[in-house]
């Protein structure tokens, strides 16, 4: 399982995952993680939450929440994490936890909490790949020693 995902959806979901419920005595201190399709999934204390990420390649375990919250929660100016899991243990930066129930085959929640992916520079890029133009359209001006300069502006 691999997955880069926005770090601040995934500590809010886990935070959801704190409040028990009223019916029992006590909330759990596992949840089950899951990639699967484009998204992350994460279960426990009966609820569920989902968010869209780069999935390259599904899986699903069970870690537990406080452990996996406080290190999501170093990594604050961090804006996205990559996670990686394999049997045994999930490998998070420079950070690795022990995971419990490593399963390669993720079958996805039926229903779940939906949260919006609140940034898609990691997407799209936040900077520009496109030389600037060269066009004869640009404005030119005249150095002292005559040489032809290009200046940037409307």
Known sequence: ??????????????????IKPAHRKQSDSWMR??????????????????VEALVMSEGACRVRRSV???????????????????????????????????????VA???????????DRWLAGSISTDPPSLDDSSPMSQSSDGATLRTRGP
């Not at 999934?41 to 989902?50: A, I, S």
């Not at 929640?109 to 609140?118: A, L």
């Open 109 to 119: 929640p039926e229903n779940f909490r939906s949260f919006v992916v609140t940034t």
């Open 1 to 18: 399982m691999k997955f880069t995902v926005e770090r601040q959806s995934l500590v809010n979901m886990i935070g959801l995952l704190a």
């Open 33 to 50: 993680l899951t990639a699967s399709g484009s998204r992350v999934f994460v279960e426990g204390n009966e609820t569920t939450c989902g």
């Open 68 to 106: 996996l919250l406080r290190i999501l929660q170093s990594y604050h100016p961090r804006v996205n994490i990559t996670m990686e899991g394999r049997p045994g243990a999930l490998q998070l930066v420079n950070s690795t936890i022990a995971i419990s129930g490593f399963n390669p085959v993720a």
